[in-house]
């Protein structure tokens, strides 16, 4: 069983930064890709960033590039995401996803990964 969780969310001014970890445990587990989406009430889970684990690569949803980094630690099976200039609209869910291969090229789709966590909260006031 593999598990993702989720650290660092919570209640933040407009502005401000958050430090988002998930740490990816489990048996057998080899980490190809991971991400983050976020979801807000009443709208659609969306991407925020992804990185390949063996490269280092990264991309980022449009809505984020320059405020957010995503980043990962190899030796803790861990990815983190550094958010600075926090909006207002920022305000979700945040989701960390896993993939152990290639699921696909779209790694802004939910169906590249095939673990997720349980999401933590956080909340830009503005």
């Known amino acids: 069983q593999v598990q993702l969780v989720e650290s660092g969310g919570g209640l933040v001014q407009a502005g401000g930064s958050l430090r988002l970890s998930c740490a990816a445990s489990?048996?057998?587990?080899?980490?190809?890709?991971m991400g983050w989406f976020r979801q807000s009430p009443g709208k659609e889970r969306e991407f925020v960033a992804t990185?390949?684990?063996?490269?280092?690569?990264?991309h980022y949803a449009d809505s984020v590039k320059g405020r957010f980094t995503i980043s990962r630690d190899n030796g803790k099976n861990t990815v983190y995401l550094q958010m600075n200039s926090l909006k207002s609209e920022d305000t979700a869910v945040y989701y960390c996803?896993?993939?152990?291969?290639?699921?696909?090229?779209?790694?802004?789709?939910?169906?590249?990964?095939?673990?997720w966590g349980q999401g933590t909260q956080v909340t830009v006031s503005s």
């Open positions: 990185i390949h684990y063996t490269s280092g690569n990264t």
């Open positions: 489990g048996r057998s587990f080899s980490v190809y890709r």
């Open positions: 996803a896993a993939a152990d291969r290639l699921y696909s090229l779209a790694t802004a789709r939910s169906s590249a990964y095939n673990y």
